[in-house]
């Protein structure tokens, strides 16, 4: 990660076509309305639909046509600390859980079918962390520097993974943080 960075850091990297970078709103599920994930350039990219009125709080994560990708439900009798992310065309995409408590560092494991386990590390309260997959391969990073507008942070993907999915991931987490 150190050797990336040296080359160009995040910004030169998005330019060059890596990664993608997204900004993000806290706490989504208190909005209770819809919301749009804007990409680095300030255009639309996904759309949260906030749906506060149901009896469960639920975050659909759509497209910018408005095709459901993705949908998180808080669940009224599940397991503390552990929260699924379903497909639009319904199945599991991934199950995220939060790990032992860690005296620095929060720590969470998200399990994807198929793709095996990221691990997600770092201050997940202050949106400072990463995620990676297997030995140190970075999927994405969250962080508050790249943004400075009150209650926003930056998602940044690594090319190769599905975006949409990522920024579920980081929308569950900080709904299960908060």
């Given at each position: 990660?150190m050797?990336?960075r040296a080359?160009g850091?995040?910004r030169a990297?998005?330019?060059?076509?890596?990664?993608h970078?997204?900004?993000?709103?806290?706490?989504?599920i208190?909005i209770?309305d819809?919301?749009?994930?804007?990409d680095?350039?300030g255009?639309?990219?996904?759309?949260?639909d906030?749906k506060?009125?149901?009896?469960?709080n639920?975050?659909?994560?759509q497209s910018?046509?408005?095709?459901?990708l993705?949908k998180?439900?808080?669940?009224?009798?599940r397991?503390?600390?552990t929260?699924?992310?379903e497909?639009g065309a319904?199945?599991?995409?991934a199950?995220i859980k939060?790990?032992?408590?860690?005296p620095l560092r929060?720590?969470w494991?998200?399990t994807?079918?198929?793709q095996?386990d990221w691990?997600?590390?770092?201050?997940i309260l202050?949106?400072?962390?990463?995620?990676?997959?297997?030995?140190?391969?970075?999927?994405a990073?969250a962080?508050k520097?790249w943004?400075?507008?009150?209650?926003t942070y930056?998602v940044?993907?690594e090319?190769g993974?599905?975006?949409?999915?990522?920024?579920?991931v980081?929308?569950?987490i900080?709904?299960?943080a908060?």
């Amino acid at each position: 990660m150190m050797r990336r960075r040296a080359e160009g850091g995040p910004r030169a990297r998005e330019e060059a076509g890596g990664t993608h970078r997204y900004k993000m709103k806290e706490r989504l599920i208190d909005i209770g309305d819809d919301y749009w994930i804007e990409d680095a350039a300030g255009e639309r990219a996904f759309k949260v639909d906030g749906k506060a009125l149901r009896v469960r709080n639920t975050l659909i994560i759509q497209s910018k046509e408005g095709q459901d990708l993705y949908k998180i439900q808080e669940r009224m009798l599940r397991i503390k600390d552990t929260m699924e992310i379903e497909k639009g065309a319904g199945g599991t995409a991934a199950t995220i859980k939060k790990a032992l408590i860690a005296p620095l560092r929060d720590r969470w494991t998200v399990t994807v079918p198929g793709q095996g386990d990221w691990e997600v590390q770092g201050n997940i309260l202050d949106h400072e962390y990463h995620i990676e997959a297997g030995r140190r391969e970075r999927v994405a990073e969250a962080s508050k520097k790249w943004f400075r507008i009150r209650d926003t942070y930056g998602v940044e993907v690594e090319p190769g993974y599905d975006d949409a999915l990522v920024l579920a991931v980081t929308a569950a987490i900080d709904q299960m943080a908060h």
